[in-house]
């Protein structure tokens, strides 16, 4: 099942994938709700953020080549986490699919996508065992974490180099039965192949992470965690297009545009 | 004027506090209201965090007296920042005026408080001027920004030393006419002053913060922005009250009790 968040004629509703079509439904996929007659084209609606968190998690380093890659560009030492400490994201950096990430007039050339496996909770959950963490998602939606690397290297925080307005694209939709087993990552620059890498291969599990959060923090319907990124990323220039495709969950797909 | 979120009957609304009573409003202090007939006492109402940031951003280390402070605890020499790099807290953590922040069983002796000014965005703002910087605010409230350290020391991220549920109380109410010239933070535990400072006598001012990050960022009403705190704290302890008293302003009150 594939739960959309859309705009028609001005209005917000979530509504459930049928193919090349989207069936409305009263209330949400969180607090439930009621399917209607009300039927129309995927073509034809706005898809929207397929849900604005109330608390944005991000895992951060958790791949072991995207590690070696930040410890190099940063000249530091290669040190993989010990602990999955979580990280977080600002909402106001959230876009849909196809929409625009505009990249301020001053960036430098060093912009890159990070393709993200996103974990969405359905309910909520506190000192959660790992063996029951999935039992507490609605599903897995798909992220890209843009980044500007000179800024991450030069500000004490993320808050430019990771949460610029656009930066944080999610969707297209939450799929609930998308499964982390052979699930694979694969993100395209303007059609090209970039990077292919398998999404669960993380050095801490989805399930661990939330097992580890619930015991200091209830999780929350809606709350969203993405869950880091393998490698590198080419930089990205005004006029590409970056797809982030997840093996059972669909495409991401979003052009870039630099500011006048 | 004075704007408090408050819950009767198990609704929520925005009201306007008037004396000892608050008038319900249809619809709210951002988007547009319409006052009511209906008043209730305020001490028949349950206050809510006065609101629920889209994104809720936090200045950090903003006073010269608590980067020393930090300096001295974490082993590093002292580095005032040099830019209004803002840091991110987590919606999770909030609780209102007079709820209990609740300690996990296995924190350290190291939890303290840190009295913040909290700025609430009015209107949406981008690419604003210091000098206009105020006039997209819709007031100011009060912060607890409470730290457990010796996690801040050992984790890599601030997720459980500030983000643990019930470490950010906010209140009591966003009040629209507080002004920043001569305004004291006065903090008290269990009704003994332990520390006063000058609120605005920060690093980097609320304009200077809000005109550097909406070069980047659309402000969005509801906003907050933490503002940072001055000096260091006792360690706080079940059963301690904390009171956070700003001047204009009123005071956020919460007790402390650790999980059993």
Same mark, same amino acid.
């Given at each position: 099942m594939r739960w959309a968040r859309i705009e028609v004629a001005g209005k917000v509703y979530f509504g459930i994938i049928e193919g090349d079509s989207v069936k409305i439904v009263d209330g949400d996929p969180f607090e439930g709700y009621r399917e209607t007659d009300e039927r129309h084209a995927l073509a034809d609606v706005k898809l929207l953020v397929p849900v604005v968190p109330k608390t944005f998690y991000a895992a951060g380093l958790n791949y072991v080549a995207h590690v070696e890659e930040q410890a190099r560009l940063h000249g530091r030492e290669i040190n993989l986490p010990k602990k999955a400490d979580v990280g977080y994201r600002a909402n106001n950096a959230l876009i849909a699919h196809g929409e625009t990430i505009t990249l301020p007039?001053?960036?430098? =050339?060093k912009v890159e996508y990070e393709g993200e496996l996103v974990a969405v909770i359905g309910k909520k959950a506190k000192n959660i065992a790992e063996t029951e963490a #999935?039992?507490? #998602?609605l599903g897995f939606t798909i992220g890209n974490d843009l980044t500007e690397r000179s800024w991450q290297k030069e500000d004490r925080t993320l808050w430019r180099a990771? $949460? %610029?307005?656009?930066f944080s694209p999610m969707g297209p939709w939450i799929d %609930?039965?998308?499964? #982390?087993?052979?699930m694979e990552t694969i993100v395209k620059v303007n059609g090209e192949e970039k990077i292919r890498f =398998?999404? $669960? $291969?993380? #050095?801490?599990s989805v399930q661990h992470y939330l097992s580890t959060i619930s015991k200091y923090i209830e999780l929350q319907p809606g709350d969203v965690f993405w869950m880091g990124t393998e490698g590198d990323s080419p930089n990205l220039i005004h006029g590409d297009v970056v797809d982030i495709e997840i093996t059972g969950i669909g495409t991401l797909s979003n052009p870039i545009a630099k500011e006048n």
């Open positions: 007039r001053d960036v430098t =050339e #999935l039992d507490c #998602l990771k $949460n %610029t307005d656009t %609930t039965d998308a499964k #982390l087993q052979g =398998e999404t $669960n $291969n993380m #050095l801490f």
